[in-house]
């Protein structure tokens, strides 16, 4: 009884995405060692344990600093997040952690981020290369979430890291700037939409016309 549930649980962890070779039906031991250094990669992660996460790291041709939970799919830049720990997700994303990668919802760090209304950590990611206009599995992005949330900064932060306030979810059909503009009670969040390019065209220096110019005789 034991064994099977045994199995059971290493092939759910082969389904999330750690790879475990399994011979004979029986699992290998390389096996339960890759199991048992995820999970307790995640737990020093979860613990803020950085002397105990570094290890594993440390490792030549690790991978695991991508490694997700089993059962959530999370990663430990999602744990991270949760508690709006900065310093852990620097220091993460500096060891190579992806940004992009989704639980098992489709929710990817920066929207876990915006979701929080954790702005910084918006910021940060996108400084990171996250890909700001990256969707759930509705269809949703950072930016739609932000202005249903009517986070008016976190809008800000997205919007000036390149996303596209145009992009449609696959639920509705609408994007973030019709999102906003037909919420009542976010009229704030559409002015910044609508304002969002003007200031940086306008600071533009005016094309200089030299047709009334004569050149040298």
């Known amino acids: 009884m034991g064994q099977i549930l045994l199995k059971k649980i290493f092939f759910r962890a082969a389904a999330a995405g750690l790879i475990l070779p399994i011979t004979s039906g029986v699992v290998a031991p390389a096996a339960m060692a890759q199991f048992s250094d995820s999970y307790n990669f995640l737990k020093a992660v979860k613990d803020r344990k950085g002397e105990d996460a570094e290890k594993f790291l440390a490792e030549p041709g690790s991978v695991i600093i991508n490694t997700r939970d089993i059962t959530s799919g999370e990663t430990a830049l999602h744990i991270v997040i949760q508690r709006r720990d900065s310093t852990w997700l620097g220091y993460l994303l500096q060891k190579g952690a992806n940004p992009n990668l989704a ?80 919420d009542g009670r976010a009229s704030e969040i559409a002015a910044i939409i609508e304002s969002h390019g003007k200031a940086d065209a306008a600071k533009k220096p005016a094309e200089l016309d030299f047709s009334g110019i004569e050149g040298p005789k």
């Open 103 to 182: 639980d098992k919802k489709g929710t990817t760090p920066l929207m876990l981020a915006t979701q929080l209304g954790y702005v910084e950590g918006i910021e940060v990611l996108t400084r990171r290369k996250a890909q700001v206009d990256q969707a759930n599995r509705a269809g949703e992005t950072a930016l739609i979430l932000a202005v249903q949330l009517r986070n008016a900064e976190a809008v800000r932060a997205l919007l000036k890291a390149g996303a596209n306030p145009d992009k449609t979810d696959s639920r509705a059909g609408y994007s973030a700037r019709e999102y906003a503009k037909q």
